[in-house]
């Protein structure tokens, strides 16, 4: 069974502030996304990187894809209180599945 | 557009009652999951189906089961409700059009067995 490992699990910041979250695994995927879940509701998708070395952009949030496809990060420039919920990486697994890593909750403090 | 939808949105269960979670989706996907949520665990694939007239267990397929009904609809039962089956039980639904198996997610159900 393929595991992806999050971290940190918390991380607490002021609002301007930068940071990284990582998801690791001794296995290669050929894709990995990621999620933002809010409270009370499902996860919302935010990337797919497919290229081992991609970096992809999506506003202040950059997204990269190891160069041996083993690992992500996902780092936040500046981050808003809105930025604040569960970031959740996801490996495709098989034809059908995707196996998820525990996540990392983001509090964005103003 | 409604997306997926699941009911109901909170059950609260006796040990040993049943009751089935209901999932829906309107994009015409061929292929639905259902995950449970706990805290530190991320989301775990309790059963999904390819396509219609199929379904496979996934990581923790006990104590659960489905139906899909047709291909916008996909149930789970509990038989018979136990406190370790207190969760957040998410469905989700995937396209053949979307080649990574992107997902996407209803609002969820959460449950308590008491």
């Known amino acids: 069974t393929q595991l992806l490992e999050q971290s940190p699990q918390f991380l607490s910041i002021q609002e301007g502030e930068n940071l990284t979250v990582y998801c690791n695994s001794s296995s290669v995927f050929s894709s990995l996304q990621w999620y933002r879940q809010e409270p009370g509701e499902g996860p919302v998708l935010l990337v797919t990187v497919v290229t081992g070395g991609e970096v992809k952009k999506l506003k202040r949030l950059t997204f990269q894809f190891g160069d041996a496809r083993k690992d992500s990060s996902l780092h936040i420039t500046a981050a808003q209180p809105g930025d604040t919920g569960l970031y959740l990486c996801a490996g495709k697994q098989g034809a059908q599945k995707l196996v998820f890593g525990q996540g990392t909750r983001l509090t964005i403090n103003p | 557009n409604a997306g997926v939808t699941q009911t109901p949105k909170f059950q609260v269960l006796k040990t040993g009652q049943s009751m089935t979670l209901q999932c829906a989706q309107d994009m015409n996907h061929n292929s639905m999951y259902w995950y449970r949520q706990d805290p530190g665990m991320g989301l775990r694939l309790i059963y999904y189906?390819?396509?219609?007239?199929?379904?496979d267990k996934g990581e923790v397929p006990n104590g659960y089961n489905v139906s899909r009904l047709n291909k916008r609809e996909f149930s789970l039962r509990l038989e018979s409700a136990a406190p370790s089956q207190t969760s957040v039980y998410f469905c989700a639904s995937s396209g053949s059009s979307l080649s990574y198996n992107e997902q996407f997610f209803g609002p969820g159900t959460r449950l308590t067995v008491l």
């Open positions: 189906s390819a396509s219609e007239g199929t379904t």
